[in-house]
């Protein structure tokens, strides 16, 4: 069973992934400290870059956008040692490096499901070695959990 702060806290990453403009996929990150949400972010494009992303064609896409983690760490502008994110999907290589890099000691992400292993698993393997090389917790949310987390936070 998870806690009550797991629950809010992927609650908050799945409402600020829904901020993201991408029709196909939304991601959303939080950035906590001692249960206190230290920043925010989901995958889009830099500002100031024209906001396509329904008609850009998928390789232009994803050249031009920011991972959810990298704009919550990005938007933070503060020291994230021993801080933890709190993820929708769970980290690319890229993404996984600049959390290793900043200090972040936990990721918690929801268990992935056989779809998302089937297109993701190889990227998800190398996450996983340098999270564990490099001491970073992972902290798997099972899904049935989550699923009636409406029910039971209060």
Known sequence: MISKWSKRFFQMAELVGSWSKDPSTQVGAVITKNNRIVSVGFNGYPHGIS????????ELKYLKTLHAEENAILFAKRD?????????????????????QTGIACVHC????????????????ISQEM????????????????????????
């Open 131 to 154: 999270f564990m090389q490099a001491g970073v917790r992972v902290d798997w949310l099972p899904l049935k959990d989550l699923a009636d987390s409406q029910e039971n936070v209060r």
């Open 110 to 125: 929801p268990e992935q499901t056989e779809d998302f292993m089937s297109r993701w698993g190889d990227k998800i393997k």
């Open 80 to 100: 994230l040692e021993g801080c933890e994110i709190w993820v929708t999907h769970f980290p690319c290589p890229n993404c996984a490096a600049k959390i290793i």
């Open 51 to 58: 906001d396509s992303a329904e008609t850009d064609e998928r």
